[in-house]
Every structure is written in C-alpha cells, then in structure tokens.
C-alpha cells in the first residue's frame, strides 16, 4: 500500500476500535474488556504494536508505534450490559475471519445507532423490579406493600429519567429522583397506615442503587486498572449518598 492507502486504513482501523470501545464504557463495561476488545480488533486487522488506554470519560489510542494517537471522550455512562456484548461479539466475528473490516465498520455503527428500550418498557421494568427485590431484601410477602413499591420504584425511575434530560449531572437527577421516591411512599403510607415506608423504598431504591459500578470498580481493582477503579469507587459512592441523601431529606422534613 501506498502511504496515503496506509494512512487511511490506520485512520479507519482507529475510527472502528475507539468507536467500539467508547460504545462499551457508555454500556458499563471493565476497562480491561474494553481494552482487550479494542487490541483484538487491531491486532486482527494487521497492526502490529496497538496501544490502548481506557478511562471511564476518555479512551486513548495510538497506532504505527505511536505515530498515530487519538482519542474519544465518553460523556454518558450507564448499565447497557446487551451493548457490551454485540460489541464484543463482533470483535470475536472479526477475528474468526466471519467478517471483515468494512463489514465491522458497518455493523459497529449500526450497534451506536440501534434505538433502545422505550421509556414505558423501562419504566415497567423499574416497577416489576422495585416489588420483586422489596420481597428478596425484606423476606415480606404482604400484599399492600408490593404494589407500592412497584408505584414507587417506577414513577421514581421515570422522574430520574425525565431530570437526567435538563441537568449533566448524575448525581443531582438521583437526588430528585430518592426525594419523589421519599414523597411517594410517605403519600402512600398516609393513605394506607398499612404499607411500611421502609420496605417500599428498599424495593423503589433498588433500580438505582449502583450495584454493577461498584462491582466494576472492584474488578478493575482487581485486575490493576487502579485509576478506573478509584474513579468508579467514587463515583459509586456519590450515587450511593445521593440517593441515601434524598430519602433522608424528605423523611426528615416530612417527620415519617
């Protein structure tokens, strides 16, 4: 190949691996996954010597020894863990020769540009899990609370949705979101003195509750991604009293 023929395959090899990869940060993926997806892409299209360094807001790159560097910004991160794998899966396709570069390119951007669930599919979601994991974590089949949490557990995702859209940051969505979910369950427990405050935010609380970056964040601990890990751990942690903070603001002031 000539050098321009050169130039612009490493730019398309680049464009492909630092779309997969910003593509599985934005699903929740381990950095190491992310990076391993990323080599395999590269190392399978015929470059020798691919670099990769992931964050959880920026993805660097670097090809021909490090002549060639760039980077992609990842600026929403949520829990998509189906992204992850047709991601990840059309880096396996590649390297078992099923497809080929054009072909990966192709079917990459079709995966970013895939619509996702609907809010009302989501929002449902939210309330069947809300009254489920208010039955595992209480060990409490009554009957009155398990509609509540799930009223609760899906107005309060749909308000932590519907926030998130005027606001970039995180954390004050979920604090909204914990003070509608406190609101709620005191109305209901007003309502009907039978349905128990606690075990309903328990369940609401779950949809959001950031169990899988806490997880991610001990992996990547684990596996030696020490600054993804801290930067995780943090950012699980600000979730955590951002929804703690909420409920308590409201059951404070509301006297529950």
């Known amino acids: 190949m000539s050098n321009k023929q050169t130039a612009q395959f490493y730019q398309e090899v680049l464009d492909i691996c630092l779309t997969a990869g910003r593509l599985m940060i934005e699903g929740g993926s ?10 395999r892409i590269a190392r399978n299209a015929g470059i020798d010597d691919p670099r990769v360094f992931a964050t959880p807001t920026c993805v660097f790159m670097s090809l021909d020894g490090g002549d ?26 590649f390297a078992a020769k099923k497809i080929d570069l ?4 192709e079917r990459i951007i079709k995966v970013a540009n895939a619509p996702s669930f609907p809010m009302w599919l989501q929002v ?26 799930a009223f609760v557990g899906a107005v309060g995702f749909w308000a932590y949705c519907e926030f998130k859209e005027y606001t ?29 405050i606690d075990h309903i935010l328990v369940g609401a609380l779950m949809t959001l509750v950031p169990g899988l970056a806490l997880t991610n964040a ?24 951002a929804l703690g903070g909420g409920v308590a603001l409201v ?6």
């Open 68 to 93: 060639l560097s760039q980077m992609k910004q990842i600026r929403d991160r949520n829990i998509n863990l189906e992204l992850v794998d047709r991601v990840n899966e059309l880096s396996r396709e």
């Open 124 to 149: 449902v979601g939210a309330g069947v899990l809300s009254a489920t994991l208010m039955v595992l974590f209480m060990d409490n089949y009554d009957w009155v609370d398990f509609p509540g949490a």
């Open 102 to 105: 054009p072909e990966l390119r």
């Open 30 to 39: 381990e950095m190491y996954r992310v990076e391993d997806t990323m080599l």
């Open 218 to 241: 001990l992996r990547d601990l684990f596996m030696g991604d020490l600054l993804s890990g801290i930067v995780r751990m943090c950012e699980a942690t600000l979730s955590a009293l």
């Open 168 to 196: 970039k940051v995180r954390f004050l969505s979920e604090l909204v979101a914990a003070m509608v979910m406190g609101l709620l369950a005191v109305f209901l427990n007003y309502l009907d003195p039978k349905m128990i």
């Open 251 to 256: 059951l404070k002031f509301m006297g529950a």
